[in-house]
């Protein structure tokens, strides 16, 4: 005998029995056994290589070394080098977030350092250039470059395509 809802009524040893339908059965598996074949199926994609972090620009690096470098970070005259003077920017001496290895120069641990105080999408307000540009940031190595006239503040900008 055939119920509204697809159970069978079976009557043994005076017992009234509902059985289900074996299509019922495999009704219940089918979400897993499709999931289960979907996963077996799906090929490797690969992504490629890892992205810079997020907010961080790459200028140059080759400017950096070629120009930026002796012209803007550590020129000669002691005065205007962020690495020159004792607890300033040197690794060894410095006393905040931007030191740079002088002894030898590592360029490449530089580089890294240095993105870190940059703004690609306005590099005027850089703090790499901000802070030692007179009237903008405050600076406890003072005022490095009196205005952006300053040929170093030119060189810097020249490093932004």
């Known amino acids: 005998m055939q119920t509204a809802r697809g159970f069978s009524v079976s009557y043994s ?3 009234t029995t509902l059985v289900r339908p074996k299509q019922t059965y495999l009704l219940a598996f089918a979400p897993s056994i499709t999931l289960l074949g979907m996963l077996t199926g799906c090929p490797t994609v690969d992504l490629g290589d890892q992205p810079a972090d997020v907010g961080q620009c790459r200028p140059d690096k080759t400017y950096f070394v070629d120009v930026l470098w002796p012209k803007f970070i550590a020129p000669a ?10 607890g300033c920017h040197a690794s060894t001496t410095g006393r905040s977030a931007l030191r740079l290895t002088v002894n ?3 360029y490449d641990t530089n580089y890294q350092v240095i993105t870190r105080f940059l703004n690609c999408q306005s590099p005027s307000n850089s703090p ?3 802070k030692p540009l007179a009237g903008t940031d405050a600076h406890l190595g003072g005022d490095i470059f009196l205005s952006t006239m300053d040929p170093a503040v030119a060189d810097f900008e020249g490093w932004f395509p």
């Open 13 to 15: 040893g005076g017992l």
């Open 128 to 130: 790499l250039l901000t």
């Open 104 to 106: 030898p120069v590592n």
């Open 77 to 86: 005259d002691i005065n205007r080098s962020c690495v020159g003077k004792s």
